[in-house]
């Protein structure tokens, strides 16, 4: 006769560590991260539901962002706010990808974000096919690693806005 089962703890206690998700402090951006995840959920479907489950909520923003859709007063427009950071040891600022959806298309974007007290302050990149937009993320990513407070941070954002402005004035 066999014993009645009021548990299977299998899953719990045949524990593997090759199967553990992606650990976001082991990549050096964003998009690393989110390709290993992607591979992951790929080959660990069963897990995605208990991983997703165990992940702690953000505590490091300090207004409450979410994820559900919000109505800009001034367009039509949605958006959504991810709240990923792209340099997770940088709790002051960081870089964020983000969509835009207008007339039912994603239009994806990078902006630079940091905390001042308790506001939010956030500045536009670009559109992430903007090979441009593709370097200004990186330089804003490299100054961050480097130490670079918020205040430079967004003064160089502005020489490259100024930069801009000078050359369309000449045309």
Same mark, same amino acid.
């Given at each position: 006769?066999?014993?009645?089962?009021?548990?299977?703890?299998?899953?719990?206690?045949?524990?593997?560590?090759?199967?553990?998700?992606?650990?976001?402090?082991?990549?050096?951006?964003?998009?690393?991260?989110?390709?290993?995840?992607?591979?992951?959920?790929?080959?660990?479907?069963?897990?995605?539901?208990?991983?997703?489950?165990?992940?702690?909520?953000?505590?490091?923003?300090?207004?409450?962002?979410?994820?559900?859709?919000?109505?800009?007063? +001034?367009?039509?427009?949605?958006? #959504?706010?991810?709240? !990923?950071?792209?340099?997770?040891?940088? /709790?002051? $600022?960081? =870089?964020?990808?983000?969509?835009?959806?207008?007339?039912?298309?994603?239009?994806?974007?990078?902006?630079?974000?940091?905390?001042?007290?308790?506001?939010?302050?956030?500045?536009?990149?670009?559109?992430?096919?903007?090979?441009?937009?593709?370097?200004?993320?990186?330089?804003?990513?490299?100054?961050? +690693?480097?130490?670079?407070?918020? #205040?430079?941070?967004? !003064?160089?954002?502005?020489?490259?806005? /100024?930069? $801009?402005? =000078?050359?369309?004035?000449?045309?």
């Amino acid at each position: 006769m066999n014993q009645l089962t009021l548990f299977n703890l299998d899953n719990y206690t045949n524990y593997n560590p090759a199967t553990e998700p992606p650990d976001p402090d082991d990549y050096f951006n964003q998009e690393q991260y989110d390709a290993a995840w992607a591979d992951w959920e790929k080959k660990y479907p069963e897990l995605v539901a208990d991983a997703v489950a165990m992940s702690p909520p953000c505590e490091s923003v300090g207004e409450q962002v979410t994820l559900t859709t919000k109505k800009r007063a +001034n367009t039509n427009n949605l958006v #959504k706010f991810p709240t !990923k950071k792209s340099a997770p040891q940088h /709790d002051n $600022h960081w =870089v964020e990808k983000y969509w835009v959806e207008r007339s039912g298309n994603k239009y994806w974007y990078w902006r630079y974000m940091w905390m001042e007290g308790r506001k939010l302050h956030r500045r536009y990149i670009g559109s992430i096919t903007s090979p441009k937009a593709r370097d200004r993320k990186l330089a804003i990513e490299e100054a961050i +690693n480097f130490g670079r407070s918020p #205040k430079e941070i967004e !003064k160089l954002i502005k020489q490259w806005r /100024d930069v $801009h402005s =000078v050359k369309h004035s000449q045309q």
